[in-house]
C-alpha cells in the first residue's frame, strides 16, 4: 500500500498538527510504581493486507514470559515515514486489550519522544493507552548525537540544544538502540530499565519476545495460505 492509496479526506499534515498537539501532553516524570513486577514489549508484523499486533509481558527480574497475545486486523493505514503510530496503534491496542496481567511498563518497538513532530508510536500508544512507555528504535529519525559527559555507554540524542533522547549502546561490539520517553517516565529511568531488559541481545527482551510472537504468526498466516492456494 503506498501514500497514494490514501483516502482523500486524509491529510498528512493534518496529522503531523494531531501528533503536535498530543505532544504536549506527554508526561516526563516517571509516574511508575516503587518496584516494577512485570514489562512488556510490543512490536507489529504486516502479512497480506493484514496487521498482527503482538504483546509479551515479562517479569521483570527475571525477564521470564509471563502472558502473552496477538490481534489481527486489516492494516488500512500505508506506510508514510513519521506517521508509522497511525498504522500501528491499532493492532498494538486490540492485543493489550486482551491482557490479564498488567504491565508497569510498556517498550515500544519505535521512537517516542526523539520524533520531528515530538510524538512517534511510543508516545503515541502511551497516550491512547494511558500507560508508562518508552521508546526503544535500532535506528535514529532525527537529531543529532552528542556526548553525555564522559559516559562510554550512553550519548545524549539533541535537537536544537533540546534533549529529545537517548544513544544506548548495550553490547559491547554492537550497534547502539535509540531511546526516548514515551510517556509517564522520564529520560533517566527509561535508560536504566532498557539497559535491565536489554540482559542477552543488544534489544530488550520484552521487545525481542513480541518480535518472535509476532513473526510467528505471519509465518503461520503464510503457511495457511500456500496450503490453501
Request: glycine fraction near 6%; hydrophobic fraction near 45%.
Amino acid at each position: 500500500m503506498s501514500a497514494a492509496g490514501i483516502k482523500p479526506k486524509f491529510s498528512i499534515e493534518k496529522a503531523h498538527e494531531t501528533q503536535l498537539r498530543l505532544s504536549k501532553q506527554i508526561v516526563f516524570e516517571d509516574v511508575l510504581p516503587k518496584r516494577i513486577r512485570f514489562v512488556a514489549g510490543v512490536d507489529v508484523a504486516y502479512v497480506k493486507d493484514l496487521s498482527i499486533g503482538a504483546v509479551a509481558v515479562l517479569d521483570y527480574i527475571s525477564l521470564k514470559l509471563v502472558e502473552s497475545h496477538i490481534a489481527l486486523c486489516k492494516t488500512r493505514f500505508p506506510y508514510i515515514p513519521t506517521l508509522l503510530s497511525f498504522r500501528e496503534i491499532p493492532p498494538t491496542v486490540l492485543s493489550v486489550k486482551k491482557l490479564h496481567v498488567q504491565p508497569d511498563v510498556f517498550l515500544v518497538d519505535g521512537h517516542g519522544f526523539a520524533h520531528p513532530y515530538r510524538c512517534g508510536f511510543a508516545s503515541h500508544l502511551g497516550l491512547v493507552i494511558r500507560k508508562p512507555t518508552i521508546g526503544v528504535a535500532k535506528s535514529r529519525l532525527f537529531g543529532e548525537v552528542e556526548d553525555a559527559g564522559g559516559k562510554e555507554d550512553v550519548a545524549l540524542l539533541k535537537h536544537n540544544n533540546e534533549v529529545i533522547g537517548a544513544v544506548v549502546t548495550t553490547k559491547r561490539g554492537c550497534k547502539p538502540i535509540y531511546v526516548s520517553v514515551g510517556h509517564m517516565v522520564s529520560l533517566e529511568t527509561a535508560i536504566k530499565i532498557v539497559k535491565h531488559c536489554a540482559r542477552y541481545n543488544r534489544i530488550p527482551e520484552p521487545i525481542l519476545k513480541a518480535h518472535e510472537i509476532a513473526a510467528a504468526e505471519k509465518r503461520k498466516i503464510n503457511i495457511a495460505s500456500a496450503v490453501n492456494r
